[in-house]
């Protein structure tokens, strides 16, 4: 069975204070591992999209990193505005065309 | 602009009354799906579609049915809901398969009692 695990649950960080956000995959042949941005009361946006190990992806204060066996999402200097829960979520090549997605981080950044 | 939209967004019925939440997207993808978020368990997988006619189970499809007539539209029925159906509901629209960026709705909160 496909298994995403997000760790931490919740992260409180000062503005400007880096830190990463891990997400560990059991998937049987991964096709690609996604991360995802939730505000409250909204549906997931798209952040980015990793294929295989070693890739990275930037986009303003975040970059995405791939191992065989977990995915980071580094936060540089972050800002109150990237305030969410930070999802993962895996599209394997087992079982039904979907995604696995992890229970999230939920990621405060007090000014 | 591109979106993916459902209707409605909130929604409180009682057991057993049927109800279809609908779904539609202006993007001209192939793959929709249909997933529940419940606290604690994070997003599961409802249904998923890869072109018209083509439907088939995700990982939690008890007691949810689907139906994709047209390319832009995938609705969600329950026949019978019952409680444990009370949940966030996203339907999520990508160019094709699961492997591509998925564009989400902006939800529907369903309460059974």
């Known amino acids: 069975e496909d298994q995403v695990t997000q760790s931490p649950e919740a992260l409180r960080l000062q503005e400007g204070e880096s830190s990463s956000l891990n997400c560990s995959y059991t998937v049987s042949g991964l096709r690609g591992l996604f991360w995802y941005r939730q505000d409250p009361g909204k549906g997931p946006e798209f952040l980015f999209t990793?294929?295989?190990a070693g890739e990275e992806k930037e986009k303003e204060r975040l970059k995405a990193t791939l191992t065989k066996k977990e995915s980071f999402l580094h936060i540089t200097a972050p800002k109150p505005e990237d305030s969410a829960t930070y999802l993962c979520?895996?599209?394997?090549?087992?079982?039904?065309?979907?995604?696995?997605f992890g229970k999230g981080t939920h990621l405060i950044i007090q000014p | 602009e591109a979106q993916v939209t459902q209707n409605p967004r909130y929604l409180i019925t009682v057991t057993g009354k049927k109800l279809t939440v609908t779904c539609s997207q202006n993007?001209?993808?192939?793959?929709m799906s249909w997933y529940r978020q419940d606290p604690g368990l994070g997003l599961r997988q409802i249904y998923y579609?890869?072109?018209?006619?083509?439907?088939d189970k995700g990982d939690v499809p008890e007691g949810y049915k689907v139906s994709r007539k047209e390319k832009r539209n995938f609705p969600l029925i329950l026949e019978s809901p019952s409680p444990n159906q009370t949940s966030l509901y996203f339907c999520?629209?990508?160019?094709?398969?699961?492997?591509?960026?998925?564009?989400f709705g902006q939800g529907t909160r369903l309460t059974v009692v």
């Open positions: 999520a629209s990508s160019l094709w398969g699961a492997s591509t960026e998925a564009f």
């Open positions: 990793l294929y295989s």
């Open positions: 993007m001209n993808h192939e793959y």
């Open positions: 979520a895996a599209d394997s090549g087992g079982g039904a065309d979907g995604l696995t």
């Open positions: 579609s890869m072109n018209v006619e083509v439907t």
